[in-house]
């Protein structure tokens, strides 16, 4: 039981340093770089998301369709790259009850402008789970992230990116079954 408890503060130890390092992340840029080259949105859409066990389990639907929400800033570092970090929360995982699990994404994407309207963007990304239908997932999560983006109106964009995590997303309790996770998300998004 004290092993447990130990743990357990151990965990919700870790996800106060995450947050609280993504605050500063996100202050530190904002005053390092000055208003004219800083830019803030919101952005949302759908997911869908397939995760890949090994060994694969049997009689499973793999994927579901969820959807997420969060807000963004990017920070200019020439005409036409920048850096943008995002808070997003994302609903994954599997249909299967006992196989969802909603996260808190912190993405980091280096950013290319391709001509007039497109932007391609790729990084890293670090999550948190915030609620999940079993004991199965990780607290903590690492993958990477892809995408591009369309702007059609001066500040409005519709995007479509890609992730894959890099580690296996279940408890070490389960071992030898792992998973990873595919996720695509397709959304709309605004700059302010």
Do not use: C
């Not at 995450?18 to 949302?44: N, P």
């Not at 959807?67 to 808070?87: C, D, K, M, Q, R």
């Not at 990304?125 to 983006?149: H, N």
Request: charged share 20%; no cysteine; net charge negative.
């Amino acid at each position: 039981m004290e092993t447990y408890i130990r743990n357990l503060n151990v965990k919700l130890l870790m996800k106060k340093v995450l947050l609280t390092s993504v605050f500063i992340l996100f202050i530190a840029f904002s005053f390092a770089q000055g208003y004219e080259s800083t830019k803030y949105g919101i952005r949302a859409g759908v997911n869908i998301s397939n995760l890949d066990f090994d060994p694969s389990p049997v009689n499973r639907n793999l994927h579901r369709n969820g959807f997420y929400f969060g807000g963004f800033a990017e920070f200019s570092l020439s005409e036409t790259t920048w850096l943008s970090t995002e808070l997003l929360w994302s609903a994954e995982g599997a249909k299967d009850e006992n196989w969802r699990a909603n996260y808190l994404n912190l993405p980091i994407q280096l950013k290319f402008k391709l001509g007039e309207h497109f932007t391609l963007g790729a990084g890293p990304q670090i999550g948190v789970k915030t609620w999940k239908s079993a004991d199965a997932f990780d607290t903590f999560r690492f993958s990477g992230v892809g995408g591009i983006e369309y702007k059609f109106l001066e500040d409005y964009f519709i995007d479509v990116r890609a992730g894959y995590d890099f580690k296996n997303l279940l408890d070490e309790n389960l071992s030898p079954l792992e998973a990873t996770q595919f996720t695509i998300q397709v959304g709309i998004g605004i700059k302010i």
